[in-house]
Every structure is written in C-alpha cells, then in structure tokens.
C-alpha cells in the first residue's frame, strides 16, 4: 500500500480533451497505488477498460497503459502534485491531448471543471515523447 497522499487507492475522477470533440471525455476511474506500480480499471464514453504503469513517489512522474476492452490502446504520461495527476495521454503517435484526473472525493475540482468555459490548467513538467510504455494487447 502506498503512503503518500498523492497516490491514494480508490475511486478518481478526470478527464481528457480530444481535439475533434468540443467536451471533456469524463473518466471514472478505480486505481491502485503500490510498490510503483498503477492497476486498476474504468469507463469512459468509449467503454471500459483497464490500467497498467508505474509512478515514481520522488518525482511524481507517472505513466500508465489504458486497455479498451476488445479495443485500442492509449498511453498516458503525467505528473502527481495536489490536484491529483496532470498530464498527455497518446494514441499510436498520431492523437494526443491532455488529461487530469483526481481523487473522487475531490469536489472542489469536479465543481471547478463542470464550467464548460474552463481550459484545462497546463501540466507542470515538459513530458517525453514517444511514451515509453510496454505495448499489451487482450
């Protein structure tokens, strides 16, 4: 189990933005923090899927594999501060966009981000590309 408060085992909340859709794809999500490594699963407007990655407790940098179900895959890349994890998430090179997620019990930053007129905050590390993340398939 971990101890630091900006990985807590349990439900989060967040989203992602695509270029091509206007509104905030919202994620809920079940995630497990231990020994650095990330499990867990969740839905999405595409359906559900799971979770495999690793963070890093000294930096915060975490990265994580998001399996659909049947489907494709997306890597995510970001960084843990108080609000949660903040970051880019990509699909084979050719989409990308930004994310955040969050503990659930976190209001304050679901009300903040249920005023449509709201950007996304920008993340607070300059993010590698390619992501370095073992490729799964089911």
Known sequence: MEFDRRFPTGE????????????????HL????????????GTDYVGPWHVTGTYDSDTGICQWLKQYIGQHQVQ???QAGDNGIQGEWEIGGWFTGPFHI??????????????DDLQLPAPSIQLQT???MPHQTT
């Open 76 to 78: 995510y890349q970001g």
């Open 30 to 41: 079940y995630l497990q923090f231990a020994d650095q490594q990330i499990r867990g699963e």
């Open 130 to 132: 390619p992501l370095d």
């Open 12 to 27: 989060w909340t967040g989203f992602y933005i695509e270029a091509h859709n206007p509104r905030r794809g919202w994620m």
């Open 102 to 115: 969050w503990p659930r019990d976190r209001q304050d930053l679901q009300q903040l981000y249920l005023q």
